[in-house]
């Protein structure tokens, strides 16, 4: 019989979740798909057709703490008694799901007035974070685990890593006998991950610069000698080598397509966002296109090819030449754009390069 079986959620927009069973002992689910009806009822299915009961589940592990990924743990723990085993960061965000995700959504409001973002589609999107609140739930986490830990689950050992960048929380669940990973959103074969822009996990942190820490943690994945990555949405992934190269060369692209837009003049980034996608698009997804286009601005920052102007009313954004005093004949200032402008790495880290810009 097949150690590992994938059971697939219904879940809106992007069609199913993936959530994997691991025959063994402990009887183990990684992921859980949303905090809905169809799901549960899909989840109850699949454990059928495997002769089991939801009743008999002894471990839930998420990948990450996403709604589609943890959103039925507590169901699954009421009806079962299963532990919950989790990575730090999985675990906390858990324990305080309402707070974190409320802190996330009020956050995300602030950050798409500061980037341009239009209070009407600002109020016609609060259903993405209503979605969210409806259909997650706190769960508790009885096996706090850290970065590198093993755990025995479904009768093998699985490594514990953390490789945060799509979410603050993401880890690999990775068993090295049979070279097989659950990566979660991680690394998906069909779409390019999205890295999300949320408050820092402590109050005295700044904001991560969450695609750069992504791509980072990508490569050190493409580093591992592995033959199956199995992902939480779609198809598991057989060549990640040569998806990870795919998608480094898709940012490339895609900044390239920022610098393009940017050569009409400065921007702020839902400007930007309607150089890259269509009107519909734009209006339909603010909070996905903005953290796409920040994450991406990040990239062009650190790079210096990009700097970020300040203004009461938000950031924009120009070639980094715009930022720079251009010299003339003489030596002399030409006082050509600068706007004022400082060219920060990052949009709320202090972190400042006007001196490099000198
Ligand atoms: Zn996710």
Known sequence: MERT??????LPHIKSVNIWLLRGDPLTLIDTGPRTDE??????????????????I???????????????????????GARVAALDRAAEYGARYLERSAADRSFSLELLRHHGVP?????????????IR??????????????????????????ILARPGHSTTDALLVD?????????????????SNAEIVPAAE????????????????????????????????DPVTDH????????????????RILTALEEGPANAYEIAGHLWSPRTVAEQPVLVVWEVLGHLDLLLDETRVSEHKFDDGSRYGKAWFSLPERNARGDDTGAPSLGVRATSTLYSGVDRSAESE
Not at 134 to 151: F, H, Q, R
């Open 119 to 131: 209070e009407s589609v600002i109020e016609a999107n609060e259903g993405f974070w209503d979605f």
């Open 241 to 256: 080598r040569g998806l990870v190269r795919r998608r480094i060369g898709e940012h490339r692209r895609r900044c390239q």
């Open 39 to 56: 799901a549960l009822v899909a989840l109850e299915a699949g454990l059928e057709r495997e002769g089991l009961r939801l009743e008999d």
């Open 176 to 192: 090295d006998a049979s070279a097989t990973a659950f990566v979660g959103d991680h690394l998906l074969a069909g779409i390019s």
């Open 134 to 159: 409806d259909t997650s739930e706190a769960y508790e986490t009885d096996v706090v685990l850290s970065d590198g830990d093993v755990i025995t689950a479904g009768g093998r050992d699985l490594r």
């Open 5 to 10: 079986v994938r059971i697939q959620a219904p």
């Open 203 to 234: 109050p005295t942190g700044s904001r991560p610069q969450a695609r750069i820490e992504y791509l980072g943690n990508l490569r050190r994945t493409a580093s591992m000698p592995l033959d199956q990555l199995l992902t939480g949405h779609g």
């Open 58 to 80: 002894e471990l839930v592990i998420p990948t990450h703490h996403h709604l589609d990924h943890s959103g039925l743990i507590a169901t699954i723990v009421g009806r079962s």
